[in-house]
């Protein structure tokens, strides 16, 4: 039978790291680009947590609410730019965003 | 948020107040320093490295609300918010410069930079500066998770949290050169790589340079850009130790690639602001040349110290730089520096001072700039290795290729004949400005002419790695 062990969870956990990278680089939205990001992120909590697990100590699990308390203060920020934008031009697509060249 | 408009003065006093005062324990540490502190179970550090630091960080953040109370002041921007946001950003600072885990750092790293993120956007109706600050945060987020999935794998690798613990395991268990912590190594330096904005992760700067209002400019090329090397400089030394040939090797190409990319892009630039970003790219490759080679030999105390040197120099000659352009794109009403013909005989001190800023920049002697490329390229070529002899020649030919860009700017200003001659308008250079102008021409010049007072940063940087 199979024994579900830690190498699962850190393979899931570098599949949804490198899912939300590649989204992230081809995405145009800037909030679908924002939920890639906190797809990243809840992998290193993943990541954290079953090697916390694996180690059978709790220094992991800490670590994930830091993470936590500082994904929410980018989204507050992130959310403040992209509502900023959004008043401007009505769109979040960043392919709008050519002012600046050169 | 509670006074009345007329009286937000008293937030830029009560901020530069603060700062000022906040000088005060650093010296008394200073002082009284015996040997390293340590704090939180090993997690949080005094030593003269983080002092001195500290100094530095807590010394740009005074000079950068001394440049904003004008500027803050003539236009519809928040008052009380931009200080309060800036002083977070320096408290991550500082924090970054004494961190001894990786919780430590990445909290440092994170407070100092996402109030940036809010001041880079701080024109609130203006395109340009929308669209900075949300190039910045994006990149900054991906920068951020980059870091914490190498720090995960760190944690997950050697089950500590603490960088003594972490390096002491990775050695016992020979584990240094293994994929994973390679692979770690690399996420940490492309995490990193954005937040001191070399090629190919500098995308995002001249951008969001040019958007922010120029203040925030100022502290981002430089205060931001302190951290995060201060950053760097701690992981890879305190960390990643036992694996630095491979870590040496790509920062050597980094670097060889950010000099000479940003000063070819900045050849081309008519708006000194992005001139200046390009500029501080280029910049931060001689930065990074004496860790990178530093990492190829093992000799990290002379790269820390080459550094470090450069860095702070850099810090105030860079201020100084952002100040001239403040200055004179306020007078001369243009974004387009070759439009300033003649206006240093408006303003001879302002024109002075341009004139020392950007020829320290270029690393002219006896400026301070020059001090910095010389430290610079004694550890690039006394590495007797070859790498580091080739790098030292890429950038002696950037050196001498930046020569161009900053010398053009004084001689506009000086020599250019006046497009339009308006003699009503009246040069502005309001008290502030003019601290923040002396404060810093005085740096550049007592270290480039009594380069000494930076003998003691060596013996610091022993400190700091023997413990």
């Keep these: 039978m199979f024994e579900v062990t830690t190498d699962w969870y850190l393979t899931l956990s570098a599949i949804l790291f490198s899912i939300g990278f590649f989204g992230m680089m081809i995405r145009k939205n800037a909030l679908i680009m924002f939920m890639c990001i906190e797809l990243m992120l809840n992998a290193v909590n993943l990541t954290f947590i079953s090697a916390s697990k694996h180690f059978g100590q709790i220094d992991g699990q800490i670590a994930v609410f830091f993470v936590l308390v500082v994904a929410a203060a980018e989204v507050v920020v992130g959310l403040a730019i992209i509502v900023s934008i959004f008043r401007k031009q009505s769109s979040a697509s960043v392919d709008v965003l050519n002012v600046s060249r050169g | 948020m509670i006074l009345p408009r007329k009286s937000k003065y008293y937030v830029a006093a009560f901020a530069l107040l603060g700062t000022l005062f906040s000088l005060a324990p650093l010296v008394i540490q200073w002082a009284n320093y015996t040997s390293p502190i340590y704090a939180f179970e090993n997690s949080f550090?005094?030593?003269?490295?983080?002092?001195?630091?500290?100094?530095?960080?807590?010394?740009?953040?005074?000079?950068?609300?001394?440049?904003?109370?004008?500027?803050?002041?003539?236009?519809?921007?928040?008052?009380?918010?931009?200080?309060?946001?800036?002083?977070?950003?320096?408290?991550?600072?500082?924090?970054?410069?004494?961190?001894?885990?990786?919780?430590?750092?990445?909290?440092?790293?994170?407070?100092?930079?996402?109030?940036?993120f809010l001041l880079s956007g701080w024109k609130k109706g203006d395109r340009k500066s929308n669209e900075g600050a949300i190039k910045f945060f994006l990149l900054g987020v991906l920068s951020a998770s980059l870091i914490l999935y190498g720090f995960s794998l760190?944690?997950?690798?050697?089950?500590?949290?603490?960088?003594?613990?972490?390096?002491?395991?990775?050695?016992?268990?020979?584990?240094?050169?293994?994929?994973?912590?390679?692979?770690?190594?690399?996420?940490?330096?492309?995490?990193?790589?954005?937040?001191?904005?070399?090629?190919?992760?500098?995308?995002?700067?001249?951008?969001?340079?040019?958007?922010?209002?120029?203040?925030?400019?100022?502290?981002?090329?430089?205060?931001?850009?302190?951290?995060?090397?201060?950053?760097?400089?701690?992981?890879?030394?305190?960390?990643?130790?036992?694996?630095?040939?491979?870590?040496?090797?790509?920062?050597?190409?980094?670097?060889?690639?950010?000099?000479?990319?940003?000063?070819?892009?900045?050849?081309?630039?008519?708006?000194?602001?992005?001139?200046?970003?390009?500029?501080?790219?280029?910049?931060?490759?001689?930065?990074?040349?004496?860790?990178?080679?530093?990492?190829?030999?093992?000799?990290?105390?002379?790269?820390?110290?080459?550094?470090?040197?450069?860095?702070?120099?850099?810090?105030?000659?860079?201020?100084?730089?952002?100040?001239?352009?403040?200055?004179?794109?306020?007078?001369?009403?243009?974004?387009?520096?070759?439009?300033?013909?003649?206006?240093?005989?408006?303003?001879?001190?302002?024109?002075?001072?341009?004139?020392?800023?950007?020829?320290?920049?270029?690393?002219?002697?006896?400026?301070?700039g020059w001090f910095a490329k010389f430290v610079v390229f004694r550890s690039l070529l006394g590495s007797a290795n070859s790498i580091g002899i080739a790098l030292g020649v890429v950038g002696a030919i950037n050196a001498v290729i930046a020569l161009v860009y900053y010398a053009r700017?004084?001689?506009?200003?000086?020599?250019?004949?006046?497009?339009?001659?308006?003699?009503?308008?009246?040069?502005?250079?309001?008290?502030?400005?003019?601290?923040?102008?002396?404060?810093?021409?005085?740096?550049?010049?007592?270290?480039?002419?009594?380069p000494g007072i930076f003998s003691y940063l060596g013996e610091v940087s022993s400190i700091f790695f023997g413990n």
């Design chain 2, 154 to 368: 760190l944690y997950g690798l050697s089950g500590k949290l603490v960088f003594s613990e972490i390096s002491s395991h990775l050695l016992s268990a020979s584990l240094a050169n293994s994929p994973v912590v390679l692979l770690s190594a690399i996420l940490v330096i492309s995490g990193i790589g954005f937040k001191i904005s070399v090629v190919p992760f500098h995308s995002w700067a001249p951008d969001t340079y040019e958007g922010a209002p120029l203040p925030v400019t100022a502290y981002l090329s430089v205060s931001s850009k302190a951290t995060g090397f201060v950053a760097l400089i701690i992981l890879l030394t305190k960390v990643f130790a036992g694996s630095g040939s491979s870590w040496g090797i790509i920062l050597v190409i980094i670097s060889g690639l950010t000099m000479t990319l940003g000063n070819l892009v900045a050849l081309q630039q008519n708006n000194p602001v992005r001139l200046l970003a390009y500029s501080s790219i280029s910049q931060a490759g001689f930065i990074l040349a004496p860790i990178a080679i530093s990492g190829i030999t093992g000799d990290y105390q002379d790269g820390i110290f080459a550094s470090v040197t450069y860095l702070i120099i850099y810090a105030f000659m860079n201020l100084g730089a952002f100040l001239s352009v403040h200055l004179f794109s306020n007078y001369a009403g243009s974004t387009n520096f070759y439009e300033w013909g003649g206006v240093a005989r408006k303003s001879p001190l302002a024109g002075v001072l341009t004139t020392v800023f950007f020829f320290s920049l270029a690393g002219i002697p006896p400026l301070g």
């Design chain 2, 45 to 116: 550090v005094v030593d003269k490295f983080s002092i001195i630091l500290k100094g530095l960080f807590i010394l740009i953040t005074y000079l950068t609300f001394l440049l904003s109370i004008n500027f803050i002041e003539s236009d519809k921007y928040y008052q009380g918010e931009y200080y309060y946001l800036l002083l977070s950003s320096l408290l991550g600072a500082l924090i970054v410069s004494s961190s001894r885990d990786l919780l430590t750092i990445f909290i440092g790293i994170e407070l100092a930079s996402t109030p940036m």
């Design chain 2, 409 to 450: 700017i004084s001689k506009v200003i000086w020599m250019d004949e006046p497009k339009s001659i308006n003699e009503e308008k009246i040069f502005q250079f309001e008290n502030p400005l003019k601290v923040v102008g002396v404060f810093t021409v005085l740096i550049t010049f007592v270290s480039g002419i009594f």
